[in-house]
T-cell receptor
Framework: AQSVTQLGSHVSVSEGALVLLRCNYS??????LFWYVQYPNQGLQLLLK??????LVKGINGFEAEFKKSETSFHLTKPSAHMSDAAEYFC??????????????FGQGTTLQVKP | DAGVIQSPRHEVTEMGQEVTLRCKPI?????LFWYRQTMMRGLELLIY????????DSGMPEDRFSAKMPNASFSTLKIQPSEPRDSAVYFC?????????FGPGTRLTVT
């Protein structure tokens, strides 16, 4: 069975500092991996995804993530944090290799706090 | 496209009452998901549909919960009777290919 572990339920950075949110997954088949962001009182919004091909994927708002098969990781980074990045971030893996059965397994989420 | 539409956005009801949450997926999307989010349990998948057919309802917590998708543009999640522990934010999401698109959620409070 697939699973996702997000290391650190809360991460705090200063404005302008590097953002690093960690995600490790477990999967018996090649995974499709996703990062979602949730702003207060809103639904989840897709930040970026890895399906096949280039292992470094770029998303919206300056975020990127790198798929590392050997480390079973898909960490999310952003070079310089902005106050508007404060939100909850979810890592997710799709259940089947094709990604087309639809079912996502979500991590528990990481709350990012950005200090002025 | 207006995105995934959920109604109502907020619902306050008394224990024992029936609650119906509604979802309109994005046109053309062939999967629809219902999730529940709480502080204690995080984001839980309740049920999902493919082409209006329920595929996996293993996440539905009890028989008090039921979901239907009578056509490609509408789905309901019903709780009958409701209990205080059902208080949560309920999200609907629709999917095409690899990407799920979430609605804004319905915040349910059962007193």
């Amino acid at each position: 069975a697939q699973s996702v572990t997000q290391l650190g339920s809360h991460v705090s950075v200063s404005e302008g500092a590097l953002v690093l949110l960690r995600c490790n997954y477990s999967s018996s088949v090649p995974p499709y991996l996703f990062w979602y962001v949730q702003y207060p009182n809103q639904g989840l919004q897709l930040l970026l995804k890895y399906t096949t091909g280039a292992t470094l994927v770029k998303g919206i708002n300056g975020f990127e993530a790198e798929f590392k098969k050997s480390e079973t990781s898909f960490h999310l980074t952003k070079p310089s944090a902005h106050m508007s990045d404060a939100a909850e971030y979810f890592c997710a893996v799709s259940e089947e290799a094709s990604g087309n059965t639809g079912k996502l397994i979500f991590g528990q989420g990481t709350t990012l706090q950005v200090k002025p | 496209d207006a995105g995934v539409i959920q109604s109502p956005r907020h619902e306050v009801t008394e224990m024992g009452q029936e609650v119906t949450l509604r979802c309109k997926p994005i046109s053309g999307h062939d999967y629809l998901f219902w999730y529940r989010q709480t502080m204690m349990r995080g984001l839980e998948l309740l049920i999902y549909f493919n082409n209006n057919v329920p595929i996996d309802d293993s996440g539905m917590p009890e028989d008090r919960f039921s979901a239907k998708m009578p056509n490609a543009s509408f789905s309901t999640l019903k709780i009958q009777p409701s209990e205080p522990r059902d208080s949560a934010v309920y999200f609907c999401a629709s999917k095409h290919y690899h990407e799920q698109y979430f609605g804004p959620g319905t915040r349910l409070t059962v007193t």
